[in-house]
């Protein structure tokens, strides 16, 4: 009977706290979480990153990288959804494209003086990650650069917001 009144007591005191109790901490939100709470940043939305290489004939083939931003107004970070697409491999080729093509992940960024920097762990080394710079496009098209960690792999890039 002790061990019934227990149970009972303690299913009591559960039903009784606050749903906020079972909540995930402030400190412990996502920048997603924390950026949909608030006016959405200058970087919030979704963003196409194509790379101009003259072995690269179409659109399509340019794509390097898609990506969805949360950014919340005033915030100096945000979380980045990307998938890459067959501009982002570090040597063009027609015939066949690299491993780096249709990776997909999160990543945190920074942002400083309205510049966006993020690392693109597309690689199989995963202490030489792609680093990407996207200043904020003025007009439509805003150029950046992609550079891997350990050097010897750098190219201009062209970031735009989708409609």
């Given at each position: 009977?002790?061990?019934t009144v227990?149970?009972?007591?303690?299913?009591?005191?559960?039903l009784?706290?606050?749903?906020?109790?079972?909540?995930?901490?402030?400190?412990?939100?996502?920048?997603?979480?924390?950026a949909?709470?608030?006016?959405?940043?200058?970087?919030?939305?979704?963003?196409?990153?194509?790379?101009?290489?003259?072995?690269?004939?179409?659109?399509?083939?340019?794509r390097?990288?898609?990506?969805?931003?949360?950014?919340?107004?005033?915030?100096?970070s945000?979380?980045v959804?990307?998938s890459?697409?067959?501009?982002?491999?570090p040597?063009?080729?027609?015939?066949?494209?690299?491993?780096?093509?249709?990776?997909?992940?999160?990543?945190?960024?920074?942002?400083v003086d309205?510049?966006?920097?993020?690392?693109?762990?597309v690689?199989?080394?995963?202490?030489?990650?792609?680093?990407?710079?996207?200043?904020l496009p003025a007009?439509?098209?805003?150029?950046?650069?992609?550079?891997?960690?350990?050097?010897?792999?750098?190219?201009?890039?062209?970031?735009?917001?989708?409609?």
């Amino acid at each position: 009977m002790t061990r019934t009144v227990l149970t009972l007591s303690t299913l009591a005191l559960l039903l009784a706290l606050p749903a906020a109790a079972f909540e995930p901490a402030a400190d412990m939100q996502s920048e997603a979480e924390r950026a949909a709470e608030q006016a959405p940043g200058v970087w919030h939305g979704q963003w196409e990153i194509s790379r101009d290489h003259p072995a690269l004939r179409t659109r399509g083939s340019a794509r390097a990288v898609d990506l969805e931003i949360w950014h919340g107004d005033g915030s100096s970070s945000a979380q980045v959804h990307w998938s890459t697409g067959p501009g982002i491999c570090p040597e063009i080729s027609i015939d066949e494209p690299c491993e780096w093509v249709g990776v997909d992940g999160v990543s945190e960024a920074g942002i400083v003086d309205g510049h966006l920097y993020f690392a693109l762990p597309v690689s199989a080394d995963s202490e030489d990650p792609l680093f990407l710079h996207l200043p904020l496009p003025a007009d439509r098209v805003g150029r950046g650069a992609a550079a891997n960690a350990r050097g010897g792999i750098a190219f201009p890039i062209e970031v735009q917001r989708r409609e």
